[in-house]
């Protein structure tokens, strides 16, 4: 056995695949997808099947046979909130992640993954997915019961740049206080407290800073009362919070780089909205003191965003106060997927079950 890893990671516009051998990459190709094409597939079940012929077609252009892969590992969706770990994608997880009502493209993943490895007789497997649950008690009590508060974030990334800088530092991930920012498309903030993340915004629809697509925290009695007031859809409404929010919303843009370089070169609109995103994250970096009770060993920048200097630099100077702050630009999560899957193959792990550790 060659030990070959499919990865697959969806995303809202593209979908990256990879092939591992071990722990060495063979092939990597992020897959765009136009809004057009994303537009013509609107309907879910269309849009799985063209982004699963999407990765069959870069695996015979680049010549992989399916036969000679010895696992598929997929980004976790939006199913039930489950705590830090590798999953069999099995019938009860395909469920939940066909049923749910939080769209997200990672809700395809094991899916693809699933529709590969069930023919070859190999595992399908998801790590650390978007629903990671390690909140304290006191982080979920919202301020209503009816709507408690959840953990949507950028688990896999996170915790992958978690141990990074860890290791880097000579340290165990699960001995320090981190803060971790990741900026992409969505932009999450964590507290890590040695290993766990008790404390989170809702990345997707819920709350924290404005990101490139999304809105974050808005005033809520005022999106109520839009909702009623008959002027807009559902999905319009939730494309203002997912898709087309935050940066979208002001400048018709989700090209944080193009933005950044027109902020930087002289007072415009651009720069009024980055330095509004650049206040906001830093002000929800500041708030995770508290879930670490004024212990923090670093704060960690990730994400796509994280490549911009002006960026970073001008968070840096807003929380460097609270601890030495470290920049890792773009994500881990291809490498991290196929680590968890080489985990599986070696047998230093096993899958857990998802319908024996949803909470
Ligand atoms: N060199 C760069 N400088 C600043 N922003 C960048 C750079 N490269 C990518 N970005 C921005 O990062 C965002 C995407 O981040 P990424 O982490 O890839 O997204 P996602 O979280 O959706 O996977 C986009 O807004 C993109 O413009
Ligand atoms: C759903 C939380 C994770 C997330 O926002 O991922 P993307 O930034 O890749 O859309």
Redesign the pocket.
Known sequence: MNNRILVINP???STKVAVFEGDIEIVEKTLRHSSDELSAYQEEEAQLNFRKEKVLGFLKEEGIALESLDIAMARGGLSKPIPSGVYLVDDNLLHDLKETPKKHASNFAAKIAFDIASPLKIKACIADPVVVDELSDIARMSGHPKFPKSSVF?ALNQKAIGREHASREGANYEDLNLIIA?????ISVAAHAKGQVIDVNQALDGSGPFS?ERSGSLPVGDIIRAAFSGAYTQQQMMEMLVGKGGMFAYLGT?????V?ELAIEKPSKEREVMEAMIYQISKEIASMVIPLENKVDGILLT???A??KW?TDKIKNKVDYIASVHVY???DEMKALAMNGLRVLNGATTPKLYGETIF
């Open positions: 995303g809202s516009t950028h990741h900026l992409g498309g969505g490139p989700i090209d944080a780089k193009k950044e994400g796509g965003l490549y911009g960026l630009p773009g994500e």
